[in-house]
């Protein structure tokens, strides 16, 4: 699966309304839900806390990943928000998460699943697209890091 579909795909909002994660949970899930992609942002949101209740997502100096299998999906789903005020995610660095790339994944896709959240570490390893995933103003400037680390996943 190419990377760039998914992205193309996604819904990425810049502007997040959310104060805490669980708000920013339900604002992503009801933003896919808005565009078709899932069908049920209540189950959605209660998969990805089953999650997080494991360990949190945030991987470190601004960043999570949330992640969540949903039994009716169909394909891969990724949503992008960003947040100017950050947001308490637990991370294990103590700060406060500013961009949340969340992905859900259908049953059976584990392979892909896990191959995506490896993409988004190796990229987020670079300090220079962190800088640009926390300076970006668009969802095209977004996009746009991943772009020149494009990739295919299989």
């Known amino acids: ?7 193309a795909q996604s819904v ?5 309304q959310a104060q805490t994660r669980d708000e920013a949970f339900k604002e992503l899930a009801s933003l896919l839900h808005e565009k078709n992609l899932i069908t049920d942002p209540d189950d959605t949101f209660k998969r990805l806390l089953h999650r997080e209740s494991m360990a949190s997502t945030a991987i470190g100096e601004g960043f999570a ?3 969540a299998n949903i039994s009716d999906l169909e394909e891969v789903s990724l949503a992008i928000g960003k947040s100017d005020k950050g947001i308490d995610f637990s991370a294990i660095d103590a700060q406060k998460v500013y961009l949340i790339m969340m992905v859900l994944f259908p049953e059976g896709k584990e392979k892909l699943h896990v191959q995506i959240l490896a993409r988004f570490a190796r990229i987020l390893k670079s300090e220079k697209n962190r800088l640009e995933l926390k300076n970006s103003q668009s969802p095209d400037e977004i996009r746009r890091v991943f772009q020149t680390q494009n990739a295919e996943v299989d």
């Open 65 to 67: 990943i949330p992640h």
């Open 1 to 7: 699966m190419d990377i760039q579909k998914l992205l």
């Open 12 to 16: 990425i909002k810049i502007n997040l």
